[in-house]
């Protein structure tokens, strides 16, 4: 059977929902001033890290199981932090390294060392650009930004255009996805111009369910904003969803004496579950402080939360695959199963639109789940139950399934 009509990912789209996890990470000068939306007139003399380590903040990612890196290079104040040709308001004018230091450059040579693909934000919305209401002078300022960014630090994995404070703003996204296509045209683009991926639509991490991937008009559920709209023609169809949150509750900076607002461990795994569990990445954001380095309280939990997610699925009970409306899954033994993982190949698009599944009990097959999308990954928590084996039924899809992965576990025993 033909697959024409289903909408696929591009190769880079695949790469980038395999690696479910990412890292944010908000430094800058609202991190010197006790904030999270600086106007832009803070003094570029109170950015001064004592310790900056970016090797510490990859090294952290690395160990967590974080796939990817995003940096801040300027948030809506305005302050750069590279070396930036196209404003005196960067790191050139701050105390740090008397003025010739480079957070993004050092930033990008620990993603590489530790062979994780590196990441920019950068805020269409700027605060302290005097040009900023001169619609054509700010767009030759930003690609200029954007073109220094895409050109100096080796391969961008994504670009993250954030739309706050942009509200009825018009940029010039034809000549800004154009720098982008030119220079990284690997980069995935989150949220504006020509996208490819979409913010879920909310700051929690979480993605509703289904989280379909694609912005199909045939698809169940359109989870799309008058964002939309705006969008330039050749988005492409198939639109995986990013959820981005902070681990310190609604902040996204460091500010003092906020270690309470990190978020419990069980809040962290909600989130996983459903982020992650629905098909989603989850970028979840970290906080340098005034040192420059990620404060200990932070890297616990997040090396603890990082731990319970491998002990919880790095052995299944058992796994299977095949292309087949009908998977069993043989556990040899009774065991107790409480999730179940599904995936589907999403290379060849998202087939399937709903299913059941079974366990066998009493010499007969009883349903303990249902679902609807699959896509990249599916993570079903399901009552306890004792089996030896499990059945995968697809009762709905559009062409043939392609499961690349059914598989059960314990996560009680970890
Ligand atoms: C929002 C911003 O306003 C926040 O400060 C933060 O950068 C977050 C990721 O996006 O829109």
């Not at 008397?98 to 805020?123: H, M, N, T, W």
């Not at 795994?269 to 990620?294: C, E, F, K, Q, W």
């Not at 603890?304 to 899954?329: C, H, V, Y």
């Amino acid at each position: 059977m033909g697959n024409n009509d289903l909408a696929l990912p591009s190769k880079q789209q695949v790469t980038w929902q395999n690696f479910e996890l990412g890292f944010y990470v908000h430094f800058g000068m609202n991190t010197f001033c006790d904030q999270e939306w600086g106007d832009g007139t803070d003094s570029p003399n109170k950015f001064n890290p004592t310790a900056l380590d970016t090797r510490q903040w990859v090294r952290l990612a690395k160990k967590a199981g974080f796939q990817y890196l995003v940096l801040t290079a300027k948030h809506h104040d305005g302050f750069c932090l590279w070396q930036t040709e196209t404003t005196e308001y960067s790191v050139k004018s701050s105390p740090w390294k008397r003025g010739k230091g480079d957070v993004v450059q050092e930033c990008a040579d620990s993603c590489a060392e530790f062979d994780i693909p590196f990441g920019i934000y950068l805020s269409p919305w700027d605060r302290h650009e005097p040009c900023y209401n001169n619609k054509e002078a700010y767009d030759d300022f930003y690609c200029q930004q954007l073109t220094e960014l895409l050109t100096n630090y080796g391969p961008i994995v994504e670009v993250w255009f954030d739309g706050a404070g942009s509200e009825n703003r018009e940029y010039d996204w034809e000549r800004i996805i154009g720098i982008v296509k030119k220079y990284q045209p690997d980069a995935m683009i989150f949220n504006m111009g020509q996208p490819t991926i979409r913010w879920v639509g909310n700051e929690d991490g979480v993605a509703p369910y289904p989280c379909w991937n694609t912005r199909e008009t045939d698809s169940k559920i359109s989870m799309f904003t008058d964002q939309e709209a705006s969008w330039l023609s050749g988005t492409p169809k198939w639109l995986p969803a990013e959820c981005d949150v902070p681990l310190r509750g609604e902040h996204w900076f460091w500010h003092p004496n906020d270690e309470h607002n990190i978020r419990s461990i069980e809040n962290l795994l909600d989130i996983y579950y459903r982020s992650v569990g629905h098909g989603a990445n989850l970028l979840l954001n970290v906080t340098p402080d005034m040192r420059g380095l990620i404060p200990e309280a932070d890297s616990k939990s997040l090396l603890k939360f990082a731990k319970i997610i491998q002990d919880r699925f790095t052995n299944p009970i058992a796994q299977t695959e095949g292309e087949t409306s009908e998977l069993i899954l043989n556990l040899v033994d009774e065991k107790e199963v409480d999730t179940v993982i599904l995936k589907e190949d999403i290379e060849h698009g998202e087939r399937v639109r709903q299913y059941i599944i079974e366990s066998w009990k009493d010499n007969k097959w009883e349903q303990i789940c249902e679902g609807t999308a699959i896509g990249h990954k599916r993570i079903q928590q399901i009552e306890p139950v004792k089996t030896k084996m499990l059945r995968l039924r697809v009762v709905e899809y559009n062409y043939e399934p392609k499961i690349i992965e059914f598989s059960c576990f314990n996560t009680k025993s970890s």
